[in-house]
Nanobody
Framework: QVQLAESGGGLVQAGVSLRLSCAAS????????MAWFRQAPGQDREFVAA????????YYADSVKGRFTISRDNAKNTVGLQMNNLVPEDTAVYFC?????????????????????WGQGTQVTVSS
């Protein structure tokens, strides 16, 4: 059974940093592209960042490029999201997601419907 468990959310002031982590189990981690999505109240779920199975390629939404960094540790089955210079518009529930890819693929989708597995989410609230 595949499980994804996010941690690291919280209430912070604008301008500070926060690091989210997602622990995966029940899957061959390196065979999965991983991504972070977020959903604010009344909004659709939106793409934040993605990383290929090897970690060799990363993708970012324009709104977080230069502030957020996605990384993964295939030995520990974890994926992280370092969020710097947070702004109130970053307030949302952040979800970790996994998408099985072809072995050796360096692709990671930015589309939520391509991800088979999802965590429960962790709340990030940024006050001004």
């Amino acid at each position: 059974q595949v499980q994804l468990a996010e941690s690291g959310g919280g209430l912070v002031q604008a301008g500070v940093s926060l690091r989210l982590s997602c622990a995966a189990s029940g899957l061959t981690f390196r065979h999965y592209a991983m991504a972070w999505f977020r959903q604010a109240p009344g909004q659709d779920r939106e793409f934040v960042a993605a990383i290929s199975g090897s970690g060799g390629r990363t993708y970012y939404a324009d709104s977080v490029k230069g502030r957020f960094t996605i990384s993964r540790d295939n030995a520990k089955n974890t994926v992280g999201l370092q969020m710097n210079n947070l702004v109130p518009e970053d307030t949302a529930v952040y979800f970790c997601a996994a998408n099985q890819v072809l072995m050796g693929s360096d692709y990671a989708s930015t589309r939520p419907y391509e991800y088979e597995y999802w965590g429960q989410g962790t709340q990030v609230t940024v006050s001004s």
